[in-house]
């Protein structure tokens, strides 16, 4: 149990453009789900916090007018990358909570490659 | 604010080689301190979750543990499908979000 699939698995779009990613927890229902992105060498940096039903919450630093995030169901949340541009390359992962013993485990997407040409 | 530290940066075993990884936190009242696994160009994949000093976990080759103040990721006998990176993660438990602070993780290769 615990399975989160990511959509696309990659992708490459021309610069000015909009792309769209979608998370989705396949076997458990999710309230809360987690958008995070990784540059090459380096941890995971949180960029925002997904709850269902209500508008995400930013992490400092992080535009929400160009990350756009949608959870309009327990099972699926969205990411749209707006007017993407080369430095917004990267690899994107989210992840869905689901309440443990004590607390809240996070269970990860495969992760989606994003390449703005 | 929370800080994971872990250490080595990069781990070389030979096959068969045990050897452990550390993890260092500072957190105000641990909720719980995760471990994951993440493959190049995949997402990290859930391990364990350690709630309280003394606690121990065990999946096949990996053994963690929790003290107060750190925890250790135990590889015995490691294989070579066992390289990967080792993240370690704490969640606060003051905070209502149940955000993950993460470590910078360990790079483990393992030689056959």
């Known amino acids: 149990g615990a399975v989160v699939s990511q959509h696309p698995s990659w992708v490459i779009c021309k610069s000015g453009t909009s792309v769209k990613i979608e998370c989705r927890s396949l076997?458990?229902?999710?309230?809360?789900m987690f958008w995070y992105r990784q540059f090459p060498k380096q941890s995971l940096m949180l960029m925002a916090t997904?709850?269902?039903?209500?508008?995400?919450?930013?992490e400092q630093g992080v535009e929400k007018d160009k990350f756009l995030i949608n959870h309009a169901s327990l099972t699926l949340s969205t990411l749209t990358v707006t007017s993407a541009h080369p430095e917004d390359s990267s690899f994107y992962i989210c992840?869905?909570?689901?309440?443990?013993?004590?607390?809240?485990?996070?269970?990860f997407g495969p992760g989606t490659r994003l390449t703005v040409t | 604010e929370d800080q994971v530290t872990q250490s080595p940066e990069a781990l070389r075993l030979q096959e068969g080689e045990s050897s452990s990884l550390n993890c260092s936190y500072t957190v105000s009242g641990l909720r719980g301190l995760f471990w994951y696994r993440q493959d190049p160009g995949k997402g990290p994949e859930f391990l364990f979750t350690?709630?309280?000093a003394g606690e121990e976990k065990e999946k096949e080759r990996l053994k963690a543990t929790l003290t107060k103040k750190e925890s250790f990721l135990h590889i015995t006998a490691p294989k070579p499908e066992d390289s990967a990176t080792y993240l370690c993660?704490?969640?606060?438990?003051?905070?209502?979000?149940?955000?993950?602070?993460f470590g910078a993780g360990t790079t483990v290769t393992v030689r056959a």
């Open positions: 997904s709850n269902e039903g209500s508008k995400a919450t930013y």
């Open positions: 350690l709630y309280s």
């Open positions: 993660a704490v969640q606060q438990g003051a905070s209502n979000d149940y955000k993950l602070s």
């Open positions: 076997d458990f229902q999710a309230t809360t």
């Open positions: 992840s869905a909570s689901r309440r443990a013993v004590q607390s809240y485990e996070q269970y």
